[in-house]
């Protein structure tokens, strides 16, 4: 039997190695995971569903090929480490993905989504559901039907969204990494408000298949969230490439994305900047460290300068509201039609509806032309990118938010109860009800979302603690297709300076 301590102090690839030298089975290592889950959980309500019956069997059939001396089984890169796996997109055959909405709380999906076939085959152990707010909409994690994600640095803040639930288990020891995926930063957010190494990969590096092609226009990618800058590598090299059917693949990689943590990058052209992209409020705690970083990497050897994106916040930050909306109302549709039941505001959360009829009150031409003013933002930061290697930015506007802080007010609840009763997405649209909640959004995120727009791969870094102890990440981005580039930096930063064992306070 492992102890929390020791259990505690490995990554992934660490507890996968021990369980390869047969030192410790994969039954154990679930023991270990679903204890402490037991034991920090109530206090964080990072987890909906668990599946402690179907993990024990899929750990033990480990245990079985390992003792008959299955080679496969040995060299997967995971072998018998436990997972959580986002209740978000990704989908295990039998079982709800619930998307933090209550008409698929209880429907069961019919097959495993290629992701999840990739992480089994990766030796990993899906322990667990984690939450997410109602679609992936928010930055924070708040969904009416589980409630509140608690961040273990202050339980008085958010651990982030959407994949809050995700980055909580990992920075309370649950396990070492956990699946996140990201739309507008939501692998990013989480990553930054909980201390932790989130990676957002390429457009097209990581599968969606068989149920979707491309998810909201493109905008969306899963990977995880880890403590370890060589887990996220190595579970990359684990999930990437095209599945069948896949409407378009980002490059192939050179060589293993784990080898690229332990390499040199040599001297990079790197940018810094401040100015936001979308919002436009950014807290001192924030540029400091991002100032901060920027000297780190100049110690290292970098050129490091400051200079900002060519940035058409207002053009960019309507289009990405408009294609949301537009996206939210399929959504709305399709779990609908999959629960057998008619659209009605009452099966959603008051402003996931309200977004959702603006989506339904806008034309094809005004979406077309949404979508056509997202896709000129690559070619327009192309040049900047053809200067610069790497942009260095805050991850987020501000510190980790207090519980509710984002939260639609009393005087906005009111009025999206209305105009959804009424069915008058028009008058969302003529009263600008979701505006200001859209701009308390961009304003906590202003760095993020234009890099889902851009599909460039992007992480967030640990490197800073405010006074208050609370984590503030910085954001790295990288050329299209290179996250080579970024998992050599990753690497370099985390050897300069090592993030893995602080510990938050809950744990």
């Not at 939210?328 to 399709?334: D, H, L, N, S, V």
């Not at 505001?345 to 077309?368: C, K, M, N, Q, V």
């Not at 987020?396 to 639609?408: E, N, R, V, Y």
């Amino acid at each position: 039997m492992i102890g929390f301590e020791d259990y505690a102090r490995h990554d992934g690839l660490g507890l996968a190695e021990r369980v390869r030298r047969r030192e410790l089975s994969a039954t154990e290592l679930l023991d270990a995971a679903l204890a402490r889950l037991q034991a920090i959980d109530p206090a964080l309500n990072a987890v909906v569903r668990r599946r402690d019956a179907a993990a024990r069997t899929e750990a033990a059939r480990i245990d079985a090929d390992l003792a008959r001396g299955d080679e496969q089984a040995a060299a997967a890169p995971f072998v018998g480490v436990p997972y959580l796996l986002k209740d978000l997109i990704a989908t295990i055959a039998g079982e709800p993905t619930g998307h933090g909405t209550r008409l698929l709380a209880n429907l069961p999906m019919p097959q495993d989504s290629e992701l999840v076939r990739r992480l089994r085959a990766a030796g990993l152990v899906i322990a667990a559901r984690t939450n997410t707010p109602e679609f992936g909409l928010t930055p924070v994690t708040e969904p009416a039907l589980y409630g509140p994600t608690r961040n273990p640095w202050a339980l008085d803040r958010s651990a982030g969204g959407s994949s809050g639930g995700s980055a909580a288990a990992v920075a309370a020891r649950i396990v070492p990494m956990a699946s996140g995926g990201d739309g507008g930063g939501s692998i990013r957010i989480p990553a930054s408000c909980c201390g932790l190494f989130g990676l957002k990969p390429s457009r097209g590096r990581v599968p969606t298949g068989p149920a979707f092609g491309e998810i909201w226009d493109g905008l969306a990618v899963e990977h995880a969230i880890t403590r370890t800058v060589r887990d996220s590598a190595a579970l990359l090299d684990a999930s990437a490439g095209a599945d069948a059917g896949a409407p378009y693949a980002a490059p192939p990689q050179a060589r293993p994305f784990v080898d690229e943590v332990a390499t040199e990058p040599g001297r990079l052209r790197i940018a810094f900047s401040a100015q936001t992209h979308f919002g436009s409020k950014v807290h001192p705690d924030c540029v400091a460290a991002m100032r901060d970083a920027a000297e780190l990497l100049a110690s290292l050897g970098h050129e490091v300068d400051e200079a900002a994106l060519p940035v058409e916040r207002e053009a960019w930050s309507v289009a990405f509201v408009t294609v949301l909306a537009a996206q939210t109302r399929a959504q709305i549709e399709a779990v609908a039609a999959a629960a057998g039941a008619r659209v009605r505001a009452a099966d959603f959360e008051p402003a996931t509806y309200a977004l959702g009829l603006l989506g339904r009150s806008i034309g094809a031409s005004r979406y077309a032309a949404a979508r056509h003013t997202l896709q000129m933002a690559a070619r327009k930061l192309a040049p900047f990118f053809a200067r610069h290697d790497l942009l260095l930015t805050p991850t987020l506007g501000s510190p980790p938010p207090l519980i509710g802080a984002l939260q639609p007010k009393t005087a906005e609840l009111r009025a999206m109860r209305a105009i959804n009763a009424a069915g008058a997405g028009w008058l969302l649209d003529r009263l600008g009800v979701v505006g200001p909640l859209a701009e308390r959004s961009f304003d906590f995120i202003p760095f993020t979302p234009l890099f889902n727009v851009t599909g460039q791969p992007a992480m967030s870094v640990p490197l800073w603690w405010n006074e208050q102890g609370l984590p503030i990440g910085v954001q790295l981005v990288g050329r299209f297709g290179d996250e080579a580039t970024l998992l050599r930096v990753a690497g370099q930063l985390e050897r300069a300076r090592p993030w893995a064992d602080r510990v938050p306070p809950a744990v």
